[in-house]
């Protein structure tokens, strides 16, 4: 079983940046390729981005495409998301997971959660 543990989010201003952290614990972190989502109030879970086990392939929704980040560090069991340029329309709950392959964007090829970290940008 895998642990998640998602941290960084908070208040910023529109513009402004922000830096994600996932940290995994339990099986072997670098086994799985790792996805970011995030959920606006009364929204679906949405993808934002994802990476192959050894980080040197992304991908990314296309409203963040540019100004999103997405990086690991199998050493230390970890995963980042370095959000610049935030938008009004950013401000979600933001979640990591593993999955099979990194070509997943359904929050059902997923296959653990962790408790998410908020971000809200303010306009």
């Known amino acids: 079983q895998v642990q998640l543990v998602e941290t960084g989010g908070g208040l910023v201003q529109a513009g402004g940046s922000l830096r994600l952290s996932c940290t995994a614990s339990?099986?072997?972190?670098?086994?799985?390729?790792m996805g970011w989502f995030r959920q606006a109030p009364g929204k679906e879970r949405e993808f934002v981005a994802a990476?192959?086990?050894?980080?040197?392939?992304?991908r990314y929704v296309d409203s963040v495409k540019g100004r999103f980040t997405i990086s690991r560090d199998n050493a230390k069991n970890m995963m980042y998301l370095q959000m610049n340029s935030l938008k009004p329309e950013d401000t979600a709950v933001y979640y990591c997971?593993?999955?099979?392959?990194?070509?997943?964007?359904?929050?059902?090829?997923?296959?653990?959660w962790g408790q998410g970290t908020h971000v809200t940008v303010s306009s």
């Open positions: 339990g099986r072997a972190f670098s086994s799985n390729p």
């Open positions: 990476i192959s086990r050894a980080g040197d392939s992304t």
């Open positions: 997971a593993p999955t099979g392959s990194y070509y997943n964007t359904s929050p059902r090829d997923y296959d653990f």
